[in-house]
């Protein structure tokens, strides 16, 4: 848990000084696999709409299935720099849970992105890892 702070704490104050990467008004839809560590293994698939409110900050809505149950997931994204970026989400309706997490978008195309994560699921004291496709419309 210290360690996963101690990451996001490093990529935040690393990448203050970088460019505007998203501007405000921009609609970015993301959609990606993963899986959870812990106990046992979870699989996991996001369907996401990021909208930013300003320039680097987007707030985020939803679905994520999480073992077979869907969960509204509410929340926001800040780009630290031009792909790195830290997040916040509420996870409700199946399961109630909180997760902290980080990811980087590498560009593919004018318009497409792979996205890789990792959050921290306080509720269930999981990690969960994905990856995925980031659309900007």
Known sequence: MKKLLLIIAFVCVWGVSESVAQSEGELVGVGNLGFTLGNDVDFILNLEADYFIMDNLAATGGIQFWDRMAN???GAKYYVNNNFYGRARGLFIGDVDFDL??????????????????????GAGKLGLQAGIAYRF
């Open 72 to 74: 509204l997931a509410i």
């Open 101 to 122: 997490g980080v990811g980087y978008q590498l560009p593919l195309d004018r318009n497409l992105e792979l996205d890789l994560g990792a959050d921290y699921y306080f």
